[in-house]
């Protein structure tokens, strides 16, 4: 059984990688943080401080021996790694640009992991000098708050790798995914699915975002977060779900394209948090607020849902 690397390389600084560095830390890893830019890598020492104190929060379990170092120099990041995990931006020809230079630099047995919410694996690899150690290791955003992997091996990918993964994932105590490759990958494609829908019901005028979110947070939300979709099924019955999908599966929303609410807010400059205005309004200080709001969240949930047993 695989242990958690004890030295790893973040290559890129974005959204995810500070969180991704401050949970292996947490475990007892030697954890270094490239990124080209000096902007970025400022960034994240502060987000990786923010991440370390909400670490704290959660009362989670900690290894002596983690630290972190954020550096320019992609070699410097790289030496003597065992475990590499690339996090930059969602472009296949800069991720395959990366991954050309991450081999250049490590041992052809050393695990180079994706982060990618969607880009195929497979496509990924197809430059690769040994694409059989590339593998898919999607986090959930934020990554060290949402104890979930999905592990997805590519065509080539050795089974060993993917197994070594499995194990490296279950030793910083978060749990794997298994997946096999899919546009998307599993979990975006459900929270799109539901995205969808939930967008379409707002177009149409059924419900206002504020009851929309009640719905979902007490209702769907509050339910899955506990049983899970296939266990509820089970517990409601096949025949009830028959029925009800018999007839309220073809008034669902079946669009390919991008809602004209969503295009039309990004038209306007509505981005949402980063803009302070999207589907709510946020006066001053309220994004940074809604931000602690919705960590305190989601440590509280973490804490309840690890305390009861698996259903």
Not at 27 to 46: F, L, P, T
Not at 110 to 122: F, K, L, R
Not at 157 to 162: C, E, K, S
Not at 286 to 305: F, N, P, W
């Amino acid at each position: 059984m695989s242990t958690l690397p004890a030295i790893a390389t973040v290559i890129g600084s974005g959204t995810m990688g500070p969180g991704i560095a401050a949970t292996l830390v947490r475990a007892g890893a030697q954890v270094r943080v490239y990124d080209i830019s000096a902007e970025a890598r400022a960034r994240a020492e502060s987000s990786f401080a923010f991440a370390s104190t909400v670490l704290d929060q959660l009362d989670s379990a900690k290894t002596e021996g983690g630290s972190v170092s954020f550096t320019s120099d992609i070699a410097e990041a790289l030496s003597g790694s065992l475990f590499v995990i690339e996090a930059v931006p969602e472009q296949i020809e800069l991720k395959k640009k990366v991954l050309a230079q991450i081999e250049g630099l490590v041992a052809d047995d050393v695990i180079i992991a994706t982060n990618t919410s969607g880009i195929p694996i497979t496509a990924m690899a197809e430059s690769m000098t040994v694409p059989a150690r590339f593998v898919g290791m999607h986090w959930s955003n934020p990554p060290h708050l949402i104890p979930m992997i999905e592990v997805i091996p590519g065509e080539s990918t050795d089974q060993a790798v993917t197994d070594q993964l499995v194990e490296i994932v279950k030793a910083f105590g978060y749990h794997p995914v298994l997946e096999k490759e899919i546009a998307g990958f599993v979990e975006n494609r459900v929270l799109y699915a539901i995205l969808r829908e939930c967008v379409a019901l707002l177009e149409e005028g059924i419900v206002t975002a504020e009851g929309l979110d009640t719905c979902v947070k007490w209702g769907i939300g509050y339910k899955l977060s506990v049983i899970g979709p296939t266990r509820l099924l089970d517990m409601a019955g096949m025949d009830i779900y028959a029925a009800v999908s018999g007839y309220l599966n073809k008034e669902l929303d079946a669009s390919t394209e991008t809602p004209k609410v969503i295009t039309d807010m990004i038209a306007a400059g509505k981005l949402g948090f980063k803009s302070e205005g999207g589907m709510y309004e946020y006066g001053p200080g309220e994004v940074d607020a809604k931000r602690r709001d919705i960590v305190a969240g989601l440590v509280a949930a973490r804490k309840t849902l690890s305390s009861i047993a698996s259903v």
